[in-house]
């Protein structure tokens, strides 16, 4: 056939198709749908019901952007407003997600599954019984708030300031409540961090001033990551798409998991090293790249803070950079591949073979690490703070497929009424003798609670289930039982959970496609701000209606928090006397009531460069336009902040100190502004730290003590640290010397990817996919002990024990067990998520305390037919219960793994029973805590925590002395 002939056939069949398709369908979004709905067509998107099929039923959907809230990534969403019925049919990804990119996780779609939850609070409850009891009685808004907001007054009015606590798990927001409890006027914050994240952020923290790494995953060279970050890492679905991204260019993957995970098994290098052991692999690597002259001598030179190291620490030689490089060739020496092996178990040939690779990485190495080992160990902050010196010694900081400071890509606006800084500390959560902790002890609250060193009058949790996720929740639920103790727990929650069942009023809030939240996460090298909004809300308002309160679109009498706080505080100071009200005051019309809608729409109108411009373009306010695309890009390619130039006019008054940093008169710019200031102290002339000289040029720098990353932090020595100055290897509570004979370790931290601690058992599709926690077991460990997969075998911790099922396998390393903590959720009665919660007798004689499991998971008929289709009736065990408490003494973290002994269950054990001595555990409290260095004998300056350190909500810098030398003072 000639090419003539052959076109003429294509022509002809190309105008047969389209001949045909004008009599076909042509396809309910009449357009060749490559990926996702286009943004024109969100105001009316056509889908096929599939139900229907074959017949061809079109719905029209409204498609309204909002962020996802089961976990920390905060990934976009799209939801789809049946324009007829107004209800959600589904929710996808939203394409227009600078960090996400139209994907998710399967806890994205399962949002659906918590609107229509079955067992959803839709009213505020008031307890009727005694706290624990199960009865409750439904109480208006007006009712709770009258009660609330009087108690906060009276505890304000009498000086009892740090009486009122709100303490949150999942923030998913940036500054908004810090922000209403600064205007109260209380050092009120707590968080779950320190059993989460604060030993991962320390580290990073000691060298950058910042305190979470945001790796270039995409344009990496090697990546490195300790543990399962692919899967359920920190930014699950917004790093791991960049993970394979960067695979797919032919980047290395080296993982660090003692598990075989799935991220382990799209490694090129797996290593299962002992628990605890990390930083002695990640030294020897470092050492190597010592040793071998293979360090970035460009980047040490002019980042580093060798220069105040030498000063400080070898004062016997003259500060120079060669001087420097010959002690640096002798700090790590001890960490050599043989003895990394020897620590770790890992074959001395297979470390080589991965520093080989780590080396070749160049400035293209990112590394991550966030839980995990650092959150299971003592020094477990040691990890992260190697992992970095990886990257800092390759140069590999804010460069194209490195590591930046997080807050290089991430842009946090400056909200509107800022309330000035708390006038009071509270000792409950920032006690003495953690004078460096990370965040909040927040897990020690009961203990101290228990010792006296205060109480509270009204203590909110919000997203936190401290019963169920802490270690030790019956010293929990020890004190949340006591009156005296806390006077009034307030319960804020759109579900019922194992705390929630502890409290005097339970206050239905919305799930995450109905509440405002703001954020912005290091996702990637850009800078973008994500709107999480009500959808039902925001569909009526783009339809034309008006809508005043987000309860008014809501199931029930549900509530957003945004909302909530603005009237609670009205309550608190309703005619303005306390100074409160100001804060939640209409910008346009004062005396009047703050909205969401001007809170928020002055943001975007004021402190988002760019966005104004951008939605002007489409004829839209800034608020519109984020209401109607869910998010906006400030900023991408960032690349490094660190070394951009201080203009001259931020230099009035110029002073350089000896190890190059400089201190200007120039007030702070109170304009949104991209680049992180530096935060820690001026001089002594009242300048403030500006820059650092970087070759006869004024550097940003980063915001430490120094201006420069920090390989040795005079923080640590001067508040009575020397020892940990330098990065280093710290023995882990649960290493092998520290073990009895027949004790193992236990990993009870790791996630599984389609859960998300307490939040996600309201997930009906989540549930049926992931319901248990077998303890895993390696098949020597199982045989040693006549163990098969199924066997009950009781877990014996320091103050207690469980009794689970065991699953034999290859995928752990000998020696160590493994227990997911998703699981083992429960209840005491009806009230709570029948479809991931067991039924549990719990009795307590004394400190003794004993739970059973009455009754599994069963169906139930609902509104959801889907509920009588329960097939599962398992719902695993509540591992947390048995765990004491291990703060550790630096960082504050508490430190999970545990040393246990596994044996085969007894004949009178039975699945899910739990056994606690709170005795006990109190005993491992007071043993921790003397392992402390605290403020008022190890303070440099009299204060009671180094002022650049981060802390959520910072009070005034007044209140940071100790007391003691604020009384010597004023005598
Ligand atoms: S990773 Fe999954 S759970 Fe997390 S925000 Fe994204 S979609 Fe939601």
């Known amino acids: ?69 089961n976990c920390e990534s905060a990934c976009g969403l799209l939801a ?89 798990g999942r923030p998913g927001e940036d500054g908004y409540t810090e922000r209403v409890l600064a205007a109260w006027g209380v050092d009120g914050h707590n968080s779950h961090t320190n059993i989460c994240s604060s030993s991962g952020r320390a580290g990073y923290h000691y060298w950058m001033g910042l305190d979470r790494p945001s790796p270039d995953h995409a344009n990496a060279e090697v990546i490195l ?123 001395a040939q297979m470390i080589a073979d991965i520093a080989k690779v780590v080396a070749k990485a160049g400035t293209r190495l990112s590394a991550h690490t966030w839980r995990s080992a650092a959150a299971g160990n003592l020094g477990g902050w040691q990890v992260s703070r190697t992992l970095f010196l990886l990257n800092a010694l390759l140069g590999a900081v804010a460069s194209e497929g490195g590591t930046y400071p997080n807050a290089w890509n991430k842009f946090v606006p400056r909200p509107l009424h800022t309330p000035p800084h708390p006038q009071v500390w509270n000792t409950l959560s920032w006690p003495i003798e953690y004078p460096l902790a990370m965040n909040e002890m927040s897990f020690l609250l009961p203990h101290e609670l228990k010792e006296g060193r205060g109480k509270l009058a009204v203590y909110f949790t919000r997203v936190y289930n401290p019963v169920w996720t802490n270690p ?112 939640f005051e209409s910008p ?36 519109a336009y984020m209401r109607r695309y869910g998010s906006f890009e400030v900023q991408k390619n960032i690349g490094p902040l660190h070394e951009h130039e201080v203009p001259q006019a931020e230099c009035e008054d110029m002073r350089t100190d000896a190890i190059g940093r400089v201190f200007t008169r120039t007030p702070k710019p109170q304009t949104a502004n991209l680049v992180p200031l530096p935060t820690p102290d001026g001089d002594a002339d009242g300048r403030r730290l500006v820059g650092v000289q970087v070759e006869g040029k004024i550097r940003r720098g980063f915001p430490t003590p120094s201006g ?71 098949s020597k460990d199982a045989a040693r002990l006549s163990v098969h997969t199924g066997d009950l075998v009781r877990v014996e911790t320091e103050i207690g024990y469980f009794v689970v099922k065991a699953w034999v396998t290859e995928g752990i390393r000998p020696g160590v067990v493994g227990c997911s903590h998703h699981m083992g959720r429960w209840k005491l009665s009806n009230d709570g998520q029948r479809q991931l919660m067991a039924t549990v007798g719990l009795d307590r004689q004394g400190h003794r305390w004993v739970m059973n499991r009455t009754k599994g998971v069963e169906a139930f008929p609902s509104a959801d037919a889907d509920s ?32 246990v002994r596994v044996t085969r269950a007894r004949a009178e054990d039975r699945y899910g029973d739990i056994h606690v001595d709170t005795e006990k555990s109190h005993a491992a409290y007071k043993k921790w805590r003397e392992c402390t260095r605290p403020a008022d004998r190890f303070s440099p300056d009299g204060t009671r925590r180094p002022y650049w350190l981060l802390r959520p909500l910072k009070p005034a810098r007044e209140v940071y002395r100790l007391p003691a030398v604020n009384e010597r003072e004023s005598t």
Request: proline share 6%; hydrophobic share 35%.
């Open 1 to 69: 056939m000639s090419l003539t002939q052959h076109n003429g056939r294509v022509v002809a069949a190309r105008q047969e198709t389209e001949a045909r398709n004008e009599t076909f369908y042509p396809g309910p979004s009449r357009i060749q749908l490559a990926a996702f709905p286009p943004k024109e067509r969100w105001d009316d998107w056509v889908e096929l019901d599939a139900r229907a099929w074959p017949r061809r039923v079109e719905h029209h959907y409204l498609l309204v952007p909002t962020t996802c809230f």
């Open 80 to 168: 789809y407003v049946d324009k007829e019925t107004g209800l959600i049919r589904k929710f996808e990804g939203n394409p227009e997600h600078p960090g996400s990119r139209g994907r998710n996780c399967a806890k994205g779609p399962a949002t659906l599954n918590q609107v229509t939850d079955p067992d959803r609070i839709l009213y505020p409850l008031k307890r009727a019984g005694k706290r624990g009891e199960g009865r409750w009685v439904r109480v208006s808004w007006e009712e709770a708030l009258t009660d609330i907001a009087g108690r906060i007054r009276n505890a304000l009015q009498e000086g009892r300031n740090n009486e009122v606590m709100y303490h949150v």
């Open 225 to 347: 990551l300790i543990s399962a970050h692919l899967e359920s890492g920190h930014y699950f679905n917004p790093h791991a798409q960049r993970i394979i991204e960067g695979k797919g260019h032919g980047a290395k993957v080296i993982v660090f998991d003692v598990r075989l995970s799935n991220s382990a098994t799209h490694a090129d290098y797996w290593v299962a090293p002992y628990p605890g052991s990390e930083a002695a692999i990640l030294l020897a690597i470092a050492n190597y790249l010592i040793q071998q002259h293979l360090y970035n001598r460009d980047f040490v030179r002019r980042w580093w803070n060798w220069q105040e190291y030498l000063r400080a620490e070898h004062p016997e030689v003259a500060p120079t950079f060669e001087n420097f490089e010959a002690v640096l060739q002798h700090l790590y020496t001890d960490y050599t591949f043989a003895f990394a092996a020897q620590e770790s178990g890992v074959d």
């Open 472 to 583: 030790d929740g019956c010293t929990w639920i020890e004190v949340l039982s006591d009156e005296q103790l806390i006077g009034l727990h307030v319960a804020l929650t759109p579900t019922w959970s194992e705390t929630a069942y502890f409290a005097d009023y339970v206050l239905p809030m919305g799930v995450g496609s109905e509440r405002h939240d703001l954020h912005s996460y290091e996702t990637h090298d850009a800078q973008w701000l994500g709107f999480r909004q009500p959808v039902l809300r925001a569909a009526r308002e783009r339809s034309g209606h008006s809508i005043a309160d987000t309860r008014d679109v809501n199931p029930g009498a549900v509530w957003e928090e945004n909302e909530f706080w603005i009237e609670l505080s009205w309550y608190i100071d309703p005619d303005g006397s306390l100074g409160i009200r100001q804060f």
């Open 588 to 623: 346009q019309h004062p005396g009047e009531k703050l909205t969401v809608d001007e809170y928020y729409g002055y943001i975007f109108a004021n402190s988002v460069p760019g966005l104004p411009a951008r939605a002007a373009a489409e004829g839209l306010t800034p608020l």
């Open 708 to 778: 420069r990353l920090e390989f040795y932090s005079k923080t640590l020595k001067d508040w009575g640290w020397p020892e940990y100055a330098l990065p280093t290897y710290i023995k882990s509570h649960i290493h092998p010397e520290r073990l009895e004979k027949d004790q193992m370790v236990l990993i009870p931290t790791f996630r599984l990817p389609v859960q998300i601690h307490t939040r996600s058992a309201n997930a009906k599709w989540l549930d049926e996919i992931a319901h248990t926690n077998p303890l895993w077991i390696n």
């Open 868 to 899: 009588q289709r329960i097939w599962w009736t398992d719902a695993g065990v509540h591992q947390n219960l048995t765990f004491p408490v291990h703060p550790d003494p630096i960082s504050g973290m508490h430190c999970w793994h545990q040393a």
